[in-house]
């Protein structure tokens, strides 16, 4: 693993940057400013490599307002509705960041703070430690938090992250990482012509603040039907109700599970450069964003310009709002309790 100086953030802090490979070729260079992952090389068709996700050139760019590039999203990945929930019977009021609501962790998410990293490579894999205290009342959380999120890189070409966390208090958590696919390579066009399947016959719809109604929803018969590939951009703009809630999709879906452990929750091809992504998970949910907010006012790598819907993400998760929806599965947190989770990007190319 290759360790550079990345800059300093506005206290002072220093921040490293940290490249990861294997023995394909693949690199996956990550800061532990935010725990950002700021390129992935991936093979394409041929071998060639593209960097797939979207970002900045330098530390600077993450330092100002971007939509969560390629970041670590902490404590709540999601909306929680008016910022408020109740555990054991207290109230608790949380950073107010997205209109009413609260969004990927507050106002300074764990994208925004510096984590001590670590580089715990094995002779298999190259891998790379981040850890971060998140004080008890840290954007309104009740806890001590100590998280640690491991990235690494298998000589089988997947970015695999291992989520763990512990509290000394009751709290809530919902890890993910933030990361803007484009697999024809970030930069190069929107992401429309992508085939998607999401292993998941139903999602959970919302309302017009993206906070969901507490229903699961079958996808049978809706543009949310990708349980067979279909291009993103098939039924975007089909004019659902769901789909102008989001100006686009922005919605979880509720995986396809049997048990435990790590299961096929997407698979993405872009057929121009052959590449393709698997996502596997051990989670209940993935959300599924179409970059609808991306619109042109981002200047990414080499100055280019990041147009509406040249990135997607899947990010790996409990759903939005489970605080306040019983029916979902909880995101409770109890003092020796261990919060464990992984997902895994797994790339490779059409022969
Ligand atoms: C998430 C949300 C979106 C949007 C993006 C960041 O995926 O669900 O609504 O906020 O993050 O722009």
Redesign the pocket.
Known sequence: MKKVAYGKTADGQQVDLYTLTNNKGMEAAITNYGGIVVSLKTPGHGGQLADVVLGFDSLGGYLKDH??FGAIIGRYG??IAKGRFKLNGVEYKLATN?GENH??GGIKGFDKVVWAARDVSTPEAAALELTYLSKDGEEGYPGNLSVTVVYTLTDNNELRIDYTATTDKDTVVNLTN?SYFNLAGEGSGDILGHELMINADAFTPVDAG?IPTGELRKVEGTPFDFRKPAAIGARINAGDQQLLY?KGY?HNFVLNRTGEGLQLAARVVEPKSGRIMEVLTTEPGI?F?SG???DGSVKGKGGKVYGHRYGF?L?TQHF?DSPNKPNFPSTVLKPGGKYQTTTVYRFSAVP
Request: glycine share 6%; aromatic share 16%.
């Open positions: 939509p969560y999601n909306r997205n969004l990927h933030h993206l989001g922005d959300q964003y609808n907010f991306l993400c990010e939005p």
